[in-house]
C-alpha cells in the first residue's frame, strides 16, 4: 500500500515552453504532498509543501511564479514549471506524507532544450 | 534552524560484510524522527528504518538497524551481511514531531558493495 506515481516520467521540451507534472496517491489521500529537486549525486532539495485545498509554501529562493503547484484534490498534486529554461534541467521528486514518514514518487526527469 | 551531516561521502563494503554509516544531527527540539533513506540508480526513494526519538529501543528492519544515540546526537545505520542490492546512495533524515513537518536531509553516502 501507499504508492505514490508521477507522471511523466521522463519529458524533454524546449525552452520557454511549459511543463506541468503530476503527483498521485494511488491507494491512499494525502493532505499534504511535498516537491523536491534533485541534482546529480546530490542531496534532495526541498522546493515546496503542497496542502490540500491552499496555497503551497514554499522554501527560500524557489519562485514560486516560475513553480507552480496545485493541490486540488487529496490524490493529485501538479508542479508546472513555467518559461522551462535549460538550467531547469533537473530531477524533481514528489512525495506524500503519510504517519510512518513520506513516501515518494519514482521522479520526473526534465530535460530543457 | 536543524541540521542533518553525513560525514562519509562514499563507502565500500564486501559482500556478506557489515558497514555502518555515520549521521549526526542537531536540533533544540525533543520531539522529533529520524530516517534512513535509500536511493538505488533507479533513483526511487525507498524507506529504510525509522526511529521516534522518544523510544530508547533502537529500530531495527531484517539487516538493517540504527543506532541512536540521542545525547550525542548520532543516528548511524549498520547493515549487515551486505547484499549487491545494498549498493545505493543512503540519505539520514530528520523530521520535527509536528504532524506534517518537512523533512531535513542530509549529503548523503554512496554504498557500494564489492562482490
Known amino acids: 500500500g501507499a504508492v505514490v506515481s508521477q507522471h511523466p516520467s521522463w519529458v524533454i521540451c524546449k525552452s520557454g515552453t511549459s511543463v506541468k507534472i503530476e503527483c498521485r496517491s494511488l491507494d491512499f489521500q494525502a493532505t499534504t504532498m511535498f516537491w523536491y529537486r534533485q541534482f546529480p549525486k546530490q542531496s534532495l532539495m526541498l522546493m515546496a509543501t503542497?496542502?490540500?485545498?491552499?496555497?503551497?509554501?514554499?522554501e527560500q529562493g524557489v519562485e514560486k511564479d516560475k513553480f507552480l503547484i496545485n493541490h486540488a484534490s487529496l490524490t493529485l498534486s501538479t508542479l508546472t514549471v513555467t518559461s522551462a529554461h535549460p538550467e531547469d534541467s533537473s530531477f524533481y521528486i514528489c512525495?506524500?506524507?503519510?504517519?510512518?514518514?513520506?513516501?515518494f514518487g519514482p521522479g520526473t526527469r526534465l530535460t530543457v532544450l | 534552524a536543524q541540521t542533518v551531516t553525513q560525514s562519509q561521502p562514499e563507502m565500500s563494503v564486501q559482500e556478506a560484510e557489515t558497514v555502518t554509516l555515520s549521521c549526526t544531527y542537531d536540533t533544540s527540539e525533543s520531539d522529533y524522527y529520524l530516517f534512513w533513506y535509500k536511493q538505488p540508480p533507479s533513483r526511487q526513494m525507498i524507506l529504510v528504518i525509522r526511529q521516534e526519538a522518544y523510544k530508547q529501543q533502537n529500530a531495527t528492519e531484517n539487516r538493517f538497524s540504527v543506532n541512536f544515540q540521542k545525547a550525542a546526537k548520532s543516528f548511524s545505520l549498520k547493515i549487515s551481511d551486505s547484499q549487491l542490492g545494498d549498493a545505493a546512495m543512503y540519505f539520514c533524515?530528520?523530521?520535527?514531531?509536528?504532524?506534517?513537518?518537512?523533512?531535513?536531509f542530509g549529503t548523503g553516502t554512496l554504498l557500494a558493495v564489492q562482490p
Open positions: 533524515a530528520y523530521r520535527s514531531g509536528g504532524a506534517t513537518n518537512k523533512l531535513i
Open positions: 503542497s496542502n490540500e485545498g491552499s496555497k503551497a509554501t514554499y
Open positions: 512525495s506524500a506524507y503519510i504517519l510512518s514518514g513520506e513516501k
